[in-house]
């Protein structure tokens, strides 16, 4: 007996630097609308670009603040596309691909509502993306499948070859255990509304099957449910009375029912993800294929919610894997040869839907649900972003694949085991534009991550056409059969009779006497000469046989040349059919590259025409600007001219009067110190005169006259002539009264942190006044006036404080500044405390409150000369 071969999926070699990428392909299919009257927020501008529209309350909520936004796809499907459309442009290709050993990933992604789960499996008559890949997987390889048990699972994600004597057995153990009870979970026929999902005349196949290679279909279908992996395909006693599940997703214990254990994720030998202990079932046609799905559909886990009322609450994965052996040289049998089997597969996932418990008002289980699947598509969304980084940044970021079972499984997908096709579906209406535009943010981000294109299967060592020359050479050999008028076996009657006729005939053997010595003689001369010619027929036999035989074999090495030459020239012919479509796929993308470049060159052109418009606006205002400000600048200088000259006047004028007034003060002071010694002189005199009794009367004594110069009589004579008023005297600095500071104009207050609250009777009170501790441009920006209060510790000991006051301006630099032009100083004084000055005054009064201000000239400088002429 023959070893049984075993095929695991070839590990792919080691992908080099510059190999070939593909975009992840999104598409796009819009849902109708359930009523009429209901508001769409989405429209189709062409095959490729949808746009979307703000609703009018959510414009109102956000005051206008959304804009219409526009998505490109690779291909946008209307709510007129058919599913037949749809499987031809998305779903086709993969089949294709999959009977050419490679792999493929095809999805469904949207809102929950928005038409996922129709789009994958459709309805009756309308069948989705999922039957119409079956049907057309068996309508091309259906002739070419192998028998049953030949390829078998060997539960580590590869294919066993069993020999046909332990196929024959499998099945045999098949037959006998058909007549069996099964349970009712395997006894459930398949769906009468399966029965016409695709109609015939939409029927396909592909016109490119190898047909020197032998297929097998398996199928497996799991859901991914709370992030746990469960089979659909798994047999399971249950009870068909009592639920499976209690609220809160509690399994009922009974004994009847064994709740369906969770599954794990392993990496086989080439490092591929597979779900270990799946169940994968090998049918042979399509309606056995639906039968298989339609059992794992009915043990889907779905639930009615707000927004759907059946809604899937789980991601399913339908698996098919194809797998294929080339038949020996003489076409017959499949070769037993593992390193020759080839196994591919296609991948179609119904992921769910993406909800707001807000709106679905989930509880429960149901809250826990949708906790649980918005997670794994947030996992995804941050896989395609880690992976579009990694490739658009060139860095090297671990993507987490591992968070979630979805990405985890379906990882080798992403780093270039297949094609990878994502269908988005959108349902427009306005209640769920919010999440539409999630879903579009996350299809526009998929669309830039790309995945390294599947490279081709070698091709096998051995010569094309071995089913057809086997086939040939029955149908050739069945033909000259009848031709020479008999089966096989060579017992035709009338071939008989023609041998027999031309053979001698055999003389009368009857024998009437016993003495007759003729008879028995001519007998066997008779049987000798037929004898001799039976051995010249089978020579000329063996002679026509063995030269025929030359013949079939010269005719066999003319027609191998001939199939040589014949599949070198289609070598060829694929070899530049591959090239015109590789040129047809280069010029559809340079086309479309250039219709894109075509509109960004139109979108340039019509923001530089806004640029240049607004670069021409700018360049008027800013020679508007500099005009003005040439005319300021101009005014500033004749402002700065008249002040300089105005500084210069009331600076002389000041120091003519600051020297006028210091000479009247010395002049006051000698008045002062004449009139003490008058006093004196006086006193002495009076003192002289009492001195002794004999003493006569005396001279008065002579008065001295006042010491004087030239230069006080001048200004005393000056004065007399022509006394200047006390109201005319202009001070040092504007007096300003104490309600100017609390005038109309407004005030910055700066009170520094570190002053003391002096609790006086007296306080400086400035009304219509912002006050700051620290001072800053926005508060010197709204007001005219500035003053400070400082603090300081005076010469006896008591605090004294300072108002610095000053004018705001602005500066040529857009600032504030402020120029300091009066200082206020109050002080307090304690009458206990022991004074470090001589004071004027007589007495100690209380605690007085002084201001003291810029000199000012005063009654007691005015009134010197009538102290100087009071003797």
């Known amino acids: 007996m023959q070893r049984a071969g075993k095929g695991k999926t070839p590990r792919r070699p080691k992908k080099p630097s510059n190999i070939e990428k593909d975009p992840v392909g999104v598409y796009c299919r819009i849902r109708p609308l359930s009523g009429e009257d209901e508001e769409c927020c989405v429209e189709m501008i062409s095959s490729s670009t949808i746009q979307l529209h703000a609703p009018d309350g959510l414009k109102a909520n956000r005051n206008g603040e959304y804009k219409e936004m526009q998505y490109s796809f690779k291909k946008v499907f209307g709510i007129k596309t058919t599913q037949t459309e749809l499987f031809e442009d998305v779903a086709k290709p993969l089949i294709e691909d999959l009977i050419h050993c490679k792999n493929g990933l095809l999805f469904t992604y949207g809102v929950t509502g928005s038409g996922k789960t129709y789009t994958m499996t459709g309805s009756p008559g309308e069948g989705g993306l999922l039957p119409r890949s079956l049907d057309m997987l068996f309508n091309s390889i259906g002739p070419f499948q192998a028998k049953r048990y030949v390829f078998k699972p060997d539960d580590k994600n590869g294919i066993e070859i069993q020999n046909q004597v332990d196929a024959l057995l499998e099945r045999q153990k098949r037959d006998s255990q058909a007549s069996v009870p099964k349970t009712p979970s395997s006894r459930q026929k398949a769906d009468p509304e399966f029965a016409d999902m695709i109609n015939p005349d939409e029927a396909c196949k592909s016109e490119s099957v190898d047909e020197d290679c032998c297929y097998s279909v398996f199928v497996s279908y799991i859901e991914i449910y709370n992030n746990y992996v469960y089979d659909l395909l798994e047999d399971a006693p249950f009870d068909p009375i009592r639920p499976k599940w209690l609220d809160g997703n509690t399994p009922v214990r009974n004994k009847d029912f064994i709740p369906p254990q969770s599954k794990i994720l392993r990496e086989d030998q080439n490092h591929n993800m597979y779900v270990a202990g799946c169940t994968e079932l090998e049918v042979k046609s399509k309606e056995e294929a639906f039968e298989v799905f339609w059992k794992g559909q009915k043990k ?166 071995r089913r057809q020359r086997n086939q040939a050479f029955k149908d050739e050999l069945s033909r000259r059969l009848e031709e020479r008028g008999g089966p096989v076996n060579g017992e035709d009657p009338v071939l008989l009779n023609q041998l027999i006729e031309s053979l001698p005939p055999l003389p009368p053997c009857e024998l009437s006497d016993p003495s007759d010595d003729q008879t028995l003689p001519r007998m066997i001369e008779v049987l000798e000469r037929r004898h001799r010619i039976r051995q010249m027929i089978t020579e000329q036999f063996n002679q026509t046989a063995n030269a025929m035989k030359s013949m079939l074999q010269q005719f066999d090495s003319q027609i191998h040349s001939k199939e040589t030459v014949l599949f070198d020239q289609r070598s060829k012919l694929g070899e530049k059919d591959k090239v015109i479509i590789n040129q047809k796929t280069e010029i559809e993308r340079l086309e479309k590259k250039s219709k894109t470049l075509e509109y960004k060159i139109d979108i340039l052109q019509k923001t530089t025409e806004m640029y240049e418009q607004d670069k021409r606006s700018l360049q008027q205002e800013l020679e508007s600007r500099e005009q003005r400000l040439q005319k300021e600048l101009a005014e500033r200088r004749r402002m700065e001219q008249r002040m300089q000259g105005m500084v210069t006047d009331t600076k002389m004028k000041w120091e003519k009067e600051c020297e006028r007034r210091v000479n009247a003060k010395q002049l006051e002071m000698q008045n002062k110190l004449w009139v003490k010694d008058e006093k004196l002189k006086q006193l002495k005199a009076i003192v002289t005169e009492n001195g002794g009794p004999g003493s006569g009367p005396t001279e008065p004594p002579v008065k001295p006259d006042r010491p004087s110069r030239e230069r006080d009589r001048h200004v005393a004579q000056k004065r007399s002539a022509s006394p200047t008023p006390l109201s005319t005297v202009p001070p040092v600095r504007p007096m300003h009264r104490r309600s100017r500071s609390a005038g109309g104009e407004k005030w910055v207050d700066h009170k520094p942190p570190t002053n003391l609250d002096l609790d006086t009777v007296l306080q400086p009170i400035l009304p219509n006044a912002i006050k700051v501790s620290t001072p800053n441009e926005k508060a010197l920006s709204k007001c005219h006036k500035y003053v400070l209060r400082h603090q300081e510790l005076a010469s006896d000991g008591e605090i004294e404080t300072k108002l610095i006051k000053g004018n705001v301006f602005k500066t040529r630099g857009g600032g504030q500044a402020v120029q300091f032009t009066d200082i206020e100083t109050l002080k307090q004084e304690c009458p206990t405390a022991p004074s470090r000055k001589r004071r004027s005054g007589s007495g100690e009064g209380p605690t007085d409150f002084n201001e003291n201000r810029a000199p000012v000239a005063n009654a007691s400088s005015a009134q010197g000369y009538q102290k100087r002429r009071r003797p």
Do not use: W
Request: net charge neutral; with cysteine.
């Open 300 to 465: 889907r886990r779905i639930a009615n919610t707000q927004l759907n009322r059946e809604s899937s609450r789980s991601h399913s994965v339908f698996t098919v894997k194809l797998a294929q052996a080339p038949l020996d040289a003489d076409g017959d049998y499949i070769l037993q040869d593992k390193s020759q089997v080839n196994v591919s597969q296609l991948c179609l996932v119904d992921l769910a839907g993406s909800e707001r418990t807000n709106r679905t008002r989930a509880e429960g289980s149901r809250l826990r649900e949708a906790g649980n699947i918005n997670q794994s598509l947030m996992t995804l969304r941050t896989c395609m972003e880690v992976l579009r980084e990694n490739q658009m940044f060139g860095t090297n970021r671990m993507v987490p694949y591992r968070d979630s079972k979805v990405t985890h499984l379906f990882k080798n997908y992403f780093d270039g085991e297949g094609k990878v096709r994502m269908i988005v579906c959108v349902n427009p209406k306005a209640e769920d534009y919010e999440e539409t535009l999630l879903v579009m943010r996350f299809a526009e981000m998929t669309q830039e991550v790309e995945v390294a294109r599947p490279v081709d299967r070698p091709i096998y060592g051995l010569v094309p056409g």
